[in-house]
């Protein structure tokens, strides 16, 4: 081989343009400089790095070498390592049998360290550029025969190695491209070399759908906290644009996550590879799709001890084909907040594999006894929710496409816009078309029908927005971020945090029930219907999405946990051959809790309808205001035959044009008035006043004799009663307090009624389903009340310390004798036992 030219430097002469790979550079530079676009420092270390570039043997090391720790544009970056490439290409020498230039010198081990470098300085191109040249480097050899053509050029067949070529790229290629995490890396991971290549498929898999997933949570959370920090008027904007601020956001966040390596990514690997050893396998199509294997052939050898027959195998094919399809379904679509066409997809996957599931459990059956039958089902089953868990989107790659391209931002401004536009051209046109339509009686009719019409599509539109609120609010408390917004915004939750249960607190108790259990202590059978009940309580928060996991890696670790744990129950009933109970007391909790949920959602849509339908009445008002005044008689009354509105309705105009848009319209002012509303939300009114201002709003609402009423349900007590009429009336005053203050205000006011009930010849503790209990002169006495909240707030530690003490000895009373009726007279026998006579020897 003949010596490679070396490139002219600056020193050896001028070249022409056309020979320079740097004279665009170069002209652009001194346009920059001219326009004082970068100072002369700038401008003379460019100049020198040319140089360098030019003489340099290897113009891409040097180029890194001179650019370490300078800060420069990334286009200038991008443009100067293109160049590079160029210099690095003509170089290299045209003959040769691998193909692309620059194949034969690189090993594949090369080009994935170089592909793991560039992700991690965030060099796109340069990963694009190895990815294409990776996937070109399949083993070939360099003399295997072209497949035969046709006239036309088009192969006639395809040879084997042809096929090779096209294969996708394997594991760890694909955590260097997508992750910037290298080969090496991975190995490092506790447990990842002892996976089998299925189950590495998996902890890939699911590291795209964790990813996901803490993309759009990190942009929700940097929107809501954006939005809670703006002035009025930008926070108007940051509403009305939400969804395009947050696709802004999403996009970037991604660069980091995808460039991040194991400095972003290794403590969720750590759990992913974890929970990967007692999970489904999975196997990588030619096409690129990923098929998960949950049962297959091998396990149903195990269990029978012998391969399955035609028959079995075909129950266990169409088994895997309905459990990989119901397993890429996110957990999120099945419940109440996921779109309808969300569930309906998650119901039809999930009849399909309940009646899968059923068919193989008939031949397990066959083959081995019921109780190994029955924990093979279940085991199957909690793989199959921590699949679902994990999910963010069945299509997750085509998710992550989405976020990078630039046309989601176009059609999420388009949309934001349209709207807004929408209303305030509906307001034109309609009274355009009103005038020419109906003549001098137009323009009232438009002056009305122009903002009912807009208001009514607004209204819709807040409804479904409202909606999608609610979804993600439940989606981030599910992941422990529901408190940490309220710190951080101020911003109240729809959903009350304590609606959630814990996920190490249901593990904890499930595996502290079945020790209990397995000891064979004498209190077993008691344990058992605690362990019945439990379960119960479990499945129930799950399905309704009630389960907090925690935020980052520990949540990944506590939904491992807590199926694994509530797997094992499971399988202790299908030991012991236990039947279900219903649990009265445990039913009407849950129903209690899910119908104040739905109370406190409905009147989070209600409040956001209304609002999106004096927006949309008030832009398209002003629509119509504005073609008034294009035309020249705005409120000019004699010339088009209009009338002049009355100071009442200028008012109300005024009013909804300056909530739609910030500020006063011209001639129109609106008096200060006192908010109306139904008797059931004037309380909350009140709240939200007090709340926002930190000060009492006198004489604005009172409770109305409705909201001192409370029907008794099933499983109600004088002490639930009140606690559910103080969450309701008082809001973040009660709520906020310690379990200790709580107690106190509840235990208060329970002696008031209970009194007031004696009085009456009432017993408190014989309460009826449908009794009304008044509590008039109690909770609307503003002084008495202040007196009971004050006095809790006074409470020193070792009042509180004793409260909470004999909370929990009450409560574990209940655990112990859950068929026994708590009356006043019991708690008092429980918190002060009389002292016991000792025998005498």
Known sequence: ?????????????????????????????????????????????????????????????????????????????????????????????????????????????????????????????????????????????????????????????????????????????????????????????????????????????????????????????????????????????????????????????????????????????????????????????????????????????????????????????????????????????????????????????????????????????????????????????????????????????????????????????????????????????????????LGAIGAPVSLIGAPLAAMGVGGFIAHRRARETLKEEARMSRKGSGKLFEARTGEKQVRPSRDYMDAPLLKNRLGSLLEKISSGTGKTEIHKKHLDRLIQLAEAKLKDGLVNFGRGPEGIENQFQLIRELGKAKGEFAVLSMTRQEHERLESALMGRKEKIAKHERAYVRKEVLKGVAIAGGLAFAGHLAMEWYRGDLFSGKEQGLRVAAPDEEAEIGRAIKKATGADVHGITAPPETPIAPPDEEAAIRHAIEESTGAEVKGAVEFTPEQLRESVRTGDSVWKTTERKLDGLFGNKFTELDPARKTFVIDAIKDEIAGQMKEQGLNPDRLKIGQELDYSGILDNKEKMDSFFARANDLDASVRESIVKNNKVIADWMQEHPGERLTSERVEEIIHPKPTRAEIP
Not at 306 to 318: D, L, M, P, S
């Open 1 to 437: 081989m003949s010596e490679e030219p070396k490139i002219e430097s600056s020193a050896e002469g001028p070249k022409s343009e056309q020979q320079d790979p740097f004279a665009d550079f170069t002209k652009n530079l001194n346009a920059r400089l001219s326009g004082k676009e970068i100072d002369l420092d700038t401008y003379t270390f460019y100049k020198q790095t040319i140089d360098s570039l030019r003489s340099a043997d290897d113009p891409k090391k040097e180029l890194n070498a001179l650019l370490s720790g300078k800060k420069i544009k990334l286009e200038d970056f991008k443009r100067l390592r293109e160049i590079a490439d160029e210099i690095v290409k003509g170089k290299e020498p045209a003959t040769g049998t691998g193909g692309e230039a620059g194949k034969a010198s690189l090993s594949r081990d090369e080009v994935i360290q170089q592909m793991s470098a560039a992700m991690t300085r965030r060099d796109k191109a340069e990963v694009d550029r190895l990815s294409t040249l990776l996937k070109s480097m399949e083993p070939a050899s360099a003399t295997t025969p072209e497949p035969p053509t046709q006239p036309g050029g088009a192969a006639t067949g395809e040879t084997p190695q042809g096929r090779e070529a096209e294969k996708p790229l394997n594991v760890p290629e694909r955590f260097a491209k997508e992750f910037g995490i290298a080969a090496k890396e991975l190995e490092e991971i506790p447990g990842y070399g002892e996976l089998t290549d299925g189950q590495k498929e998996m902890v890939f898999e699911n590291l795209r759908q964790v990813t996901l997933g803490r993309i759009q949570e990190e942009a929700g959370k940097e929107y809501r906290k954006n939005t809670a920090e703006v002035k009025v008027l930008r926070r108007f904007w940051q509403v009305a644009s939400k969804k395009f601020q947050i696709a802004k956001l999403e996009r970037g966040k991604i660069e980091n996550f995808q460039f991040g390596g194991m400095e972003v990514h290794g403590k969720i690997l750590e759990k992913l590879v974890a929970g990967a050893k007692e999970g489904p396998e999975a196997t990588r199509k030619d096409d690129g799709s990923v098929e998960i294997q949950f049962f297959g052939d091998t396990n149903f050898k195990k269990l029978a001890g012998r391969g399955a027959t035609e028959g079995e195998k075909t129950v266990i094919q169409e088994f895997d084909k309905s459990v990989s399809a119901f397993s890429k379904i996110p957990y999120e679509w099945s419940l109440q907040n996921a779109t309808r066409r969300q569930r309906h997809k998650f119901e039809n996957a999930k009849l399909q594999y309940e009646l899968n599931r059923g068919y193989l459990l008939t031949e397990l059956r066959k083959v081995t006894d019921e109780p190994r039958a029955m924990r093979e089902a279940i085991a199957l089953d909690g793989k199959i929710e921590m699949t679902q868990f994990l999910t963010t989107h069945p299509k997750v790659e085509r998710q992550l496409q989405k976020i990078e391209s630039k046309w989601v931002w176009a059609r999420a401004i388009r949309n934001t816009l349209a709207e807004r536009l929408g209303y305030f051209a509906f307001g034109t046109v309609s009274r355009t078309l009103a005038v020419g339509a």
